[in-house]
């Protein structure tokens, strides 16, 4: 199951568990987001595409961390002027999970980091 979210601008297609880098979210770590702007939506037999969006389904995610990328630096340079100029730019970004994608009765949620741990163990004594 996966879904087509947009958000700061930018589209990105997620499925649950997957680790996104989106534009400066509000919140802690740990706290829940939810993605509003669903323009796609697929569960594997069916595909449904939002004119422009679609209601009904919902992307839920959790903040991992905030950070900021590896600076850029703009470099601007006249020749025979003895004219540059240097400037450095660090964006802003959040690291977000996705949790859950739900629509209508189905849902996709992610399994605890922990669970899956366990679960292998036990799987291989058998």
């Known amino acids: 199951m996966f879904a ?13 568990n997957d680790v996104i880098t989106v534009a400066t979210l509000e919140g802690e770590a740990g706290a829940a987001v939810t993605f509003g702007d669903v323009l796609l939506f697929g569960d594997g037999e069916t595909t449904q ?11 839920t995610g959790e903040i991992v961390q905030h950070g900021r990328t590896r600076k850029v630096i703009a470099f601007k340079k006249r020749r025979r002027q003895n004219s540059r100029r240097r400037r450095g730019h660090r964006q802003d970004f959040t690291l977000v999970r996705i949790t859950e994608i739900s629509a209508g009765g189905k849902s996709s949620k992610a399994e605890p980091r922990k669970a899956k741990a366990q679960a292998a163990p036990a799987a291989a004594a058998e």
């Open 49 to 59: 595409v939002g004119t422009p969006l679609l209601s009904g389904i919902g992307v």
């Open 4 to 16: 087509v979210i947009k958000t700061g601008g930018k589209q990105y297609r997620v499925a649950a």
